[in-house]
């Protein structure tokens, strides 16, 4: 299963031993599943979610429609999650899912585009220490140093050794945090309080979905084992 929701902040809560926790407020607004993928007809079994409602005149007619098949209205963003024709089973078009549904979940998994930093030189960008600062140093200090040598995978030719760590863009790219505890479900108000820090700024579109991959202490938790 997966829903999108919105980024709002980080705050901190009291657990029962009066441990305090940084976590981050995640607004799970309504999910609506808008199309069944099927393997005779699109050749893969996934179930697509709507979530964020918009008005008719700032989308665009095909979205409108597919979204009228499903008995609701233009959504802002969709996705899908690949899963077997038994689960995808489980769903159907107009089908709403919230928070409420995550009840129960210990782990969860969160998707999101991190901050864009632009165009970064190499000791921002790949954590170099730079050139030595000591006499005789010219203006270099934040040089990432020669290159020529790796002018290919032999170590010869025209072209740059491919995978070479240089100055360019950095951030807003997808990231995956795996395995966060979710410390409090808000079903009334659709919050998830997710322990840690997510990928994105405030108001950024994020994905939650019960963790998919986890170490052993944690999948000891979930499956309820106490020693």
Do not use: W
Request: proline letters at 4%; hydrophobic letters at 35%.
């Amino acid at each position: 299963m997966l829903l999108m929701g919105t980024k709002l902040g980080m705050t901190r809560v009291f657990n029962a031993e009066g441990v305090s926790l940084p976590v981050t407020v995640i607004q799970v607004s309504k999910n609506v599943v808008t199309q069944i993928r099927s393997l005779d007809k699109d050749g893969y079994s996934a179930v697509q979610v709507g979530a964020g409602d918009i008005k008719a005149r700032r989308s665009t007619q095909p979205i409108i429609a597919h979204d009228f098949k499903a008995g609701t209205g233009p959504k802002r963003h969709h996705r899908e999650f690949r899963c077997t024709p038994e689960v995808a089973g489980k769903f159907s078009p107009g089908q709403e899912l919230s928070a409420k549904d995550l009840e129960g979940v210990k782990f969860v998994d969160v998707i999101g585009r991190s901050k864009g930093k632009g165009f970064q030189g190499t000791m921002k960008r790949h954590h170099f220490k730079g050139m030595f600062a000591s006499h005789g140093t010219e203006r270099k200090h934040r040089s990432p140093g020669s290159i020529g040598s790796l002018c290919s995978n032999r170590g010869y030719g025209g072209g740059l050794k491919k995978g070479k760590r240089m100055a360019g863009h950095m951030g807003d790219v997808r990231v995956t945090c795996r395995s966060l505890d979710l410390v409090r479900i808000d079903a009334e108000k659709g919050l998830l309080l997710v322990k840690g820090s997510v990928p994105g700024g405030k108001r950024g579109m994020v994905m939650i979905r019960p963790a998919t991959r986890l170490y052993k202490p944690k999948a000891r938790i979930a499956a309820g084992k106490t020693e």
